[in-house]
């Protein structure tokens, strides 16, 4: 099992930035692929990063040259984090952290509780 801690959300004008965290504890070993994904208010979750080891990284293209993610392990712990850099007001959104691990026998999905991120114009 795995437990996602996200942080760093708030507020930023057009044109700033903002770091997200993401810290996954329990079963990292087995962590398959982390990532990003926002929710607009009346528009539908959508992916905005991924990271695998094996794969490398990926983006929507409406953050492509903008963000970037990257993902530091340790000891017990594994940590994304997505830096947005020329933030626009369609960024608004409140965001979450996503990983995939291999758990008794099956691949399973784990999100974190969200963090809400406000881009003003």
């Known amino acids: 099992q795995l437990q996602l801690v996200e942080s760093g959300g708030g507020l930023a004008q057009a044109g700033g930035s903002l770091r997200l965290s993401c810290a996954a504890s329990?079963?990292?070993?087995?962590?398959?692929?982390m990532g990003w994904y926002r929710q607009a208010p009346g528009k539908q979750r959508e992916l905005v990063a991924t990271?695998?080891?094996?794969?490398?990284?990926?983006?929507a293209d409406s953050v492509k040259d903008r963000f970037t993610i990257s993902r530091d392990n340790a000891k017990n712990t594994v940590t994304v984090y997505l830096q947005m850099n020329s933030l626009k007001p369609e960024d608004t959104a409140l965001y979450y952290c996503?990983?995939?691990?291999?758990?008794?026998?099956?691949?399973?999905?784990?999100w974190g509780q969200g963090t809400q991120v406000t881009v003003s114009s």
């Open positions: 996503h990983a995939i691990n291999w758990y008794a026998g099956t691949w399973m999905n784990y």
């Open positions: 329990g079963s990292i070993l087995s962590i398959n692929t």
């Open positions: 990271i695998t080891s094996s794969t490398g990284t990926t983006y």
